[in-house]
């Protein structure tokens, strides 16, 4: 395992900090310590994708937002380099201590964020992303997905997943409230209501059809797009770089 702290030098006073973006409960080292309960999140079906999409023994995978590194960890036994990057010290930490006790030596664990992430040697084969770019505004997104394509080679392949609203503006209040009834009872058993309610209000999940666009101007080509139904609010795109 390497670390290092990434960035691209000192940013102009309008640059965005994402870490004051990233949500105080990732920040915080009790809520990061049952995180991975409370998620509920098996990295296998994103794995089976990626190996699909052709991951193997040769690929670089950057994966960005890694959190506590359920997906990073499964892919280090399969890929030859593996880039965890996060900007939350807490997430890292949890990290960190999957790699030690695996005892995977082709993890590289580098803090910062999408506008910061600066990648080193040989251009991503594949960049994995989940539930992590709705923390950055619109504007922002675009600038990051940007940054994302310039991390890949050409037919390099992005892997994002994260609540995204494919649903039209007059059903948001129906999809909303379908969504905030099959909340978690307990923040114990998961993302209570009042919690989801948080996510709308304060974070920035965005609808489909103003990322798409932005993916595609950022020079991906959108390959596939697998949006939930009932509710609407989660998608995973595969998107290919032009």
């Not at 609808?207 to 020079?219: N, Q, V």
């Amino acid at each position: 395992m390497s670390e290092r702290t990434s960035g691209s030098g000192r940013q102009p006073d309008w640059w965005l900090d994402e870490l004051t973006h990233a949500g105080n409960e990732h920040l915080d080292p009790g809520y990061v310590a049952g995180y991975d309960r409370k998620a509920g999140h098996d990295p296998q079906a994103d794995l089976d994708i990626l190996c699909r999409l052709g991951l193997d023994a040769d690929s670089t995978l950057v994966d960005l937002g890694s959190g506590t590194g359920r997906l990073a960890l499964a892919a280090a036994r399969i890929c030859r380099r593996l880039v965890a990057v996060d900007v939350s010290t807490a997430m890292l930490g949890r990290l960190r201590e999957g790699v030690v006790r695996a005892g995977l030596a082709n993890v590289e664990v580098v803090q910062a964020g999408f506008l910061s992430y600066v990648h080193q040697g040989r251009a991503a084969d594949f960049v994995y992303t989940r539930h992590a770019l709705h923390q950055l505004p619109d504007f922002w997104k675009a600038i990051a997905l940007a940054r994302t394509a310039a991390i890949l080679r050409p037919g390099g392949v992005l892997l994002l997943r994260d609540l995204i609203y494919t649903f039209d503006p007059a059903e948001t209040a129906g999809q909303f409230e379908t969504w905030l009834a099959s909340a978690a009872g307990s923040t114990a058993d998961g993302w209570t209501r009042a919690e989801l309610a948080t996510h709308v209000r304060e974070e920035h999940s965005t609808f489909s059809w103003l990322l798409e666009p932005m993916l595609e101007k950022a020079g991906f080509r959108i390959a596939e797009v697998t949006p939930s139904r009932h509710p609407a609010t989660y998608a995973s795109y595969v998107c290919v770089r032009r």
